[in-house]
């Protein structure tokens, strides 16, 4: 079975074919082809695999190309984890919505947004190869803002195209942990749109366990979302919150952090991982301890912005170890081999939620099996996180449709309905200033 990766050079390639090496079953990836438009950073990133691949039996093989058509043929499964514009890019759409005093991260507010422009292009038109070269492919999408791109390539692909994300899994992780309950053994009632949902109840043989932490200030106070939203938010919202709506309940002391940030989250990612594609340049580095040595600093300082304004302290050592790739590896085990699982994924919603149409792609648990991932039925949100959901997909909509129509009026509209952006003078200036620095976006001039 072959696995294409697109982003093939990206800094967190190794996580996928660290898990690939563990599956040992019958009909597992046997040949992963890695495409990136950057020649060195495929070099790079191969490096580290084949050392990781040392002494394994049967290591999936691993091939480099930057010819995107030919990593396409004859794929069994696309994992989609491209960044249109680099670092630098995710750097300038801080910087330009910071300067506004708006929200700049790379999901969610004007700095998503702006991503988002900028990659709807490039992920349509990989849709439609797919869709030419490769029409039985699954297409896994990892690829920023996830949702919103998930929802562009369906256009194209249909049901064949899953966004997903490691946010609700690391949360449900954390949840269950505190309860003393095995995360495998839970069902975590989350719903929303990616970067955007809630964990509603976590049930553990038919009995809901959520209220149990909801009820005890000390439980609610010991793990990360209880430090970062506080316990009094969080009883008053009888749910558990992605770490990501931080920035929407606490956005004046988000956008405060991150202007008093020596360095923006993009500008420091940028600058390391650039050392680190530099230091790989030598050929006499050691490739996977340098790889292991840059993730352990990159994955410590996540969200460090957001816990700094909640005095939430450091992130604690069993959520240093990323997950997105164990849910990859789980959702093409499923497809691949029909072993039924249940995983929260981003799928178009049919009639899941009745606030939205069958089109719009959300965040919520999903049967997998052969015949792909299929949501399941849902309590309707409560009024806050309806208006909230339905606001963001407006402008998700709005994104789409500026991208397809290259329409600026359209780019305009986009940023002035987000709720992190509160004027449309405001949302005017973001569209001229995104438009100057981002050579992907001339299509809007």
């Known amino acids: 079975m072959r696995l294409t990766i697109l982003g093939g050079g990206g800094f967190r390639v190794p996580l996928v074919y660290?898990?690939?090496?563990?599956?040992?079953?019958?009909?597992?990836?046997?040949?992963?082809?890695?495409h990136d438009v950057d020649a060195g950073r495929l070099s790079a990133v191969t490096r580290v695999l084949a050392e990781q691949a040392a002494g394994v039996p049967d290591a999936p093989a691993v091939r480099a190309t930057t010819g995107l058509d030919e990593a396409l043929r004859g794929a069994d499964f696309v994992f989609s984890a491209i960044r249109v514009g680099g670092l630098e890019g995710r750097a300038q759409d801080e910087r330009v919505a910071l300067a506004e005093g708006v929200l700049g991260q790379e999901t969610v507010g004007a700095g998503g947004i702006a991503y988002g422009l900028r990659t709807v292009p490039v992920a349509a038109d990989i849709a439609r190869r797919v869709a030419r070269l490769a029409p039985?492919?699954?297409?896994?999408?990892f690829t920023n803002p996830a949702g919103l791109v998930t929802e562009a390539m369906s256009r194209h692909l249909g049901d064949r195209v899953i966004g997903i994300c490691d946010s609700p899994v690391g949360l449900g992780r954390r949840i269950a942990r505190v309860l003393g309950v095995a995360p495998q053994e839970a069902w975590i009632d989350?719903?929303?749109?990616?970067?955007?949902?809630?964990?509603?109840?976590?049930?553990?043989?038919g009995r809901d366990r959520l209220p149990r932490l909801l009820g005890d200030p000390e439980l609610l106070g010991s793990f990360e979302e209880g430090r970062l939203f506080g316990p009094d938010w969080l009883r008053s919202l009888g749910a558990i919150p992605n770490e990501y709506l931080h920035y929407y309940y606490f956005n004046r002391e988000a956008v405060e952090a991150y202007q008093r940030a020596e360095k923006t989250r993009g500008a420091f990612l940028r600058d390391q991982q650039a050392a680190f594609y530099e230091r790989l340049g030598d050929p006499r580095a050691p490739a996977l301890e340098t790889w292991n040595r840059t993730r352990a600093e990159r994955e410590a300082t996540?969200?460090?912005?957001?816990?700094?304004?909640?005095?939430?302290?450091?992130?604690?050592?069993?959520?240093?170890s990323g997950?997105?790739?164990?849910?990859?590896?789980?959702?093409?085990?499923?497809?691949?081999?029909?072993?039924?699982?249940?995983?929260?994924l981003n799928v178009r919603n049919r009639t899941t939620l009745s606030v939205l149409d069958a089109d719009a792609v959300i965040e919520v648990p999903c049967l997998v099996d052969a015949g792909g991932a299929h949501p399941v039925s849902v309590d309707p949100l409560p009024g806050h996180a309806t208006g909230l959901v339905c606001a963001v997909k407006a402008v998700e909509r709005e994104v789409l449709a500026a991208a397809e129509s290259h329409s600026r009026e359209a780019a305009v509209k986009a940023f002035a309905l987000h709720p992190l952006v509160d004027s449309v003078d405001v949302a005017r200036r973001l569209v001229e200033g995104y438009t100057r620095v981002h050579p992907g976006l001339a299509y809007l001039a």
């Open 18 to 34: 660290g898990a690939l090496l563990t599956d040992r079953a019958e009909g597992r990836v046997t040949e992963v082809v890695l």
């Open 136 to 141: 039985d492919a699954w297409v896994i999408n």
């Open 190 to 205: 989350y719903v929303g749109l990616n970067h955007l949902g809630w964990v509603r109840g976590l049930r553990v043989a």
């Open 302 to 320: 996540y969200m460090a912005e957001n816990r700094e304004a909640a005095g939430a302290g450091e992130r604690e050592e069993d959520d240093l």
């Open 323 to 344: 997950g997105y790739e164990k849910v990859a590896l789980a959702l093409m085990r499923a497809i691949a081999r029909d072993e039924r699982a249940t995983l929260i």
